[in-house]
């Protein structure tokens, strides 16, 4: 009977994959940039899938020191793959990925690595960086401490410069200045960039970075005057608990000068503060980088739910027709889809603006090298704002598939309560997005205070230039109506903000709002960024027509949601949002039947999805009742504690039901 069942469901995708209206392959293109990108990925998840080393289904029955250790393993054998293979750069960082296990290995590289070269001076780049590209010393990003996170400004840790020996003295003054969470440090790193006000000459010059050595490279105990360890364990079981958040605390520890990070300024011999001619927000660069590269890694977690919801729900059946005829797959309920359909589309329109954004950060940073520093701001704004809508409405939506497999979506073996667990901290570190949104809205209010000066705003902010048009027109249902919310919610703050007896009580009286301009304008970006896309030559059958809906869907749900703003600002009429409402319930019916190849295109192994909902031959059930099984609990028919504390009970129930 099970078997039964078994067959028609695997027949169920082939059925919807057939039903498909456009050429998946194509697709796969389009989603990953190119057809190398589509060969390299997929050479790059079979790698992992069949390796046994890379084994992940039992993660979340590991204690913490297992995992751990797990994590240890899997890193040292893909670095061995990555040597024995000769690897590049985007071949490794793909492995990475599909390995799929937070690690040391993401501080190393993506933060210790990238503060060195954007931070160091020529000469520290070629004495630190071979030594880390090599792993001959693990490094980890020592910013944020017990007392203070996101006000950077903030921190406690000193290094005052002692010019009798030429060394700083880094120390932790207080139990507040504790380094508190930085991934790797807690048991993997041996050196770390640490974030201490600089002390010279009795004045304090505030935030630089060091590089310190904290543990030994013989035998990785730690340092003198070095006390770290691990911060706990953290939200939901496996997780992010493969990675050692640290604590640490120096004790007076000595470095040579030559460990300042010297690009943005300098320490002299004589113990002298020479600021270079560089912006000092360069201070805060790495934090830039990483922000846009969790960008991208939002359209990878959120595409995972969504492919891991979309095939469960044109498997599972509830209910059947009035005369008893056979159930209705959930897939067509119209409420199913139109909580679906718009997460499917995100997962779309955060890959198009992740592209984009990757190369906005590779334009400045080319700039940088030749002193142009003209779209810092600009670069600053958008990897702090995409980076902080993506990542909220990724959390989110991991969480509704979830609820859109029902019961079955709250066991781990569904893959996504581990999903969640391993994205929701995106909205926290990396800047907190609530904190990220109002420097969003500060440049906004920024840019709104000089168009009466005649500066035209350029880049994402130019369509502030149309201030007059966009502040009087009454708009289309297309990017207009967007520019004109994001362009009105953002001039009414700075009109309420001019009426307050200063500008920073005002910022501090109105930042609801000015929060919720800066998601206006963050909106727009993306669905500008994914209207580009769609007017660029796509080929495939059926291609670009699946793309210009899913941008219909992401536009008009995105305006749907946030109805309010737009006719408060009258930038729509009620008519016309009930006329957007209207449409999209035809784009969710057209989304409908390619639903399944829409998920497919994203190429996922079922190693990677890990997932016994989301698999590939849609096999659900009789892999549910095998990976059941495997639970540590169903080892014994009888439980433990059997004799200790059941029995008991119920010999005592059965002496009183005697009486
Ligand atoms: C097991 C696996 C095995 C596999 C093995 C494989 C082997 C290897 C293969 C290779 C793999 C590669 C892997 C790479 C992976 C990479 C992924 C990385 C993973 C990420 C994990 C995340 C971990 C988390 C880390 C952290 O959280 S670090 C700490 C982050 N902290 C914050 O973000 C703090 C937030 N706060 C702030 O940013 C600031 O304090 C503030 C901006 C809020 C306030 O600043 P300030 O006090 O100075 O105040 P102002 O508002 O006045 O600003 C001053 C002016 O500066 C401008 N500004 C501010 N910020 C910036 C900026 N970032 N850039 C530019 N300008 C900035 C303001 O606009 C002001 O300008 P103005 O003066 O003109 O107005
Ligand atoms: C899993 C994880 C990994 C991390 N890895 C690292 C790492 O490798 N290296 C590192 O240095 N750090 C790391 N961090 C720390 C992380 O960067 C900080 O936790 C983050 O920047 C938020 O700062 P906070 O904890 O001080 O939050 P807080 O700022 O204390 O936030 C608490 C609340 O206050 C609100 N708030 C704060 N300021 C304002 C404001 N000005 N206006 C309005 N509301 C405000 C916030 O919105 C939030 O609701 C990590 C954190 C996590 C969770």
Redesign the pocket.
């Known amino acids: 009977m099970a078997v039964d069942h078994a067959a028609a469901e695997v027949d169920h995708l082939a059925a919807e994959r057939a039903a498909a209206r456009f050429d998946v392959e194509a697709m796969k293109i389009a989603w990953a940039g190119s057809r190398h990108a589509v060969d390299v990925a997929d050479r790059m998840a079979r790698l992992v899938a069949s390796d046994p080393v890379f084994r992940k289904d039992n993660r979340t029955m590991l204690s913490r020191k297992d995992l751990f250790k797990d ?2 393993r ?2 040292a ?3 061995k793959r ?1 040597v024995e293979l000769r690897l590049t ?1 985007e071949e ?2 793909l ?3 599909y ?13 210790f690595v990238p503060a060195i070269k954007g931070q160091g001076t020529e000469e520290q780049q070629k004495k630190w960086l071979p030594l880390a590209y090599k792993f001959q010393i693990i490094g980890c ?1 020592a ?2 401490e017990l007392g203070h ?6 921190l406690e840790t000193t290094a005052t410069f002692d010019p009798m020996t030429d060394e700083f003295v880094i120390h932790s003054p207080t139990l507040t200045s504790s380094k508190w ?3 790797g440090l807690g048991k993997a790193s041996t050196h770390a960039v640490v974030y201490a006000r600089l002390i010279t000459e009795g004045k304090d010059y505030g935030i630089h970075g060091f590089i310190v050595q904290l543990r030994s490279l013989e035998d990785h105990s730690p340092l003198p005057g070095v006390t770290l360890g691990d911060i706990g364990g953290k939200f939901g079981s496996g997780a992010y608990n ?1 990675m050692d958040n640290g604590v640490l605390r120096f004790d007076h520890v000595r470095i040579p000068r030559d460990q300042m990070l010297m690009r943005l300024s300098q320490v002299t011999r004589e113990g002298k503060y020479v600021q270079s001619d560089v ?10 980088y ?2 846009q ?2 960008v991208a ?1 939002a359209s990878k977690a959120l595409s995972r739910a969504v492919c891991i919801a979309v095939r469960y729900s044109a498997i599972r059946k509830q209910f059947g027709s009035q005369d008893g005829g056979p159930e209705t797959q959930v897939l067509n309920y119209r409420t199913q889809q139109s909580r679906l359909f718009p997460l499917l589309a995100s997962a779309y329109a955060f890959r198009f603006v992740g592209d984009w954004l990757n190369w906005l950060y590779t334009d400045v940073t080319q700039k940088l090298e030749v002193k142009d520093y003209s779209t ?2 600009e ?3 958008c ?2 704002g995409l980076k902080a809508v993506t990542t909220s409405a990724t959390a989110d939506a991991i969480e509704e598939c979830r609820k859109l497999c029902g019961g079955h979506g709250y066991l781990n073996s569904s893959g996504l309560p581990e999903l969640f667990a391993v994205y929701v ?2 909205c ?5 997005n609530v ?2 949104l ?2 969003v809205a ?2 906004l209010m ?1 840019t709104v205070s000089q168009l009466t000066s005649g500066k035209q705003p350029v880049g994402t902010m130019a369509y502030m230039g149309k201030v007059q048009h966009l502040m009087q027109s009454k708009c289309a249902v297309k990017t207009e109506a967007f520019e004109a919310r994001a362009l009105r919610m953002a001039v009414n703050c700075a009109q309420n903000i001019g009426q307050a007896s200063n500008q920073e009580e005002g910022f501090y009286e109105r930042s609801p709002d000015l929060l919720e301009a800066a998601v206006a304008h963050i909106q727009l970006i993306i669905v500008t960024k994914f209207i580009e896309k769609v007017h660029q030559d796509i080929p495939g059958h059926g291609v670009k027509e699946q793309l210009q809906n899913l941008c219909n869907v992401y536009a008009l749900y995105t305006l749907h949601k946030h109805l309010g703003d737009f006719l408060a600002t009258g930038s729509l009429t009620p008519k016309q949002g009930a006329l957007a409402n209207e449409q999209l319930g035809k784009l969710y019916a057209q989304v409908r039947p390619n639903a399944v190849a829409l998920v497919d295109a994203f190429n996922y192994t079922d190693h990677y999805l890990g997932s016994v909902l989301g698999r590939y031959d849609g096999n659900v059930y009789p892999a549910l009742y095998e990976e059941a099984w495997k639970d540590p609990l169903n080892e014994t028919v009888v439980p433990e504690g059997y004799h200790e504390y059941l029995r008991p009970l119920l010999k005592q129930q059965l002496k009183l039901s005697r009486l």
């Open positions: 994590t240890l899997k890193a054998h893909a670095w990555i750069e490794a960082s492995l990475r990925q390995v799929d296990q937070p690690g040391y290995v993401d501080l190393h590289w993506g933060m990003y910013q944020t996170g996101s006000n950077v400004q903030g969470w930085p991934g493969s912006p000092k927000q360069l201070l805060y660069g790495t934090m830039v990483v922000r590269s969790i890694d810092l701001q670069a600053h704004a990897t702090a901290p995106a926290t570190y990396e800047g907190d904190v990220l109002l420097q500060r440049i920024k």
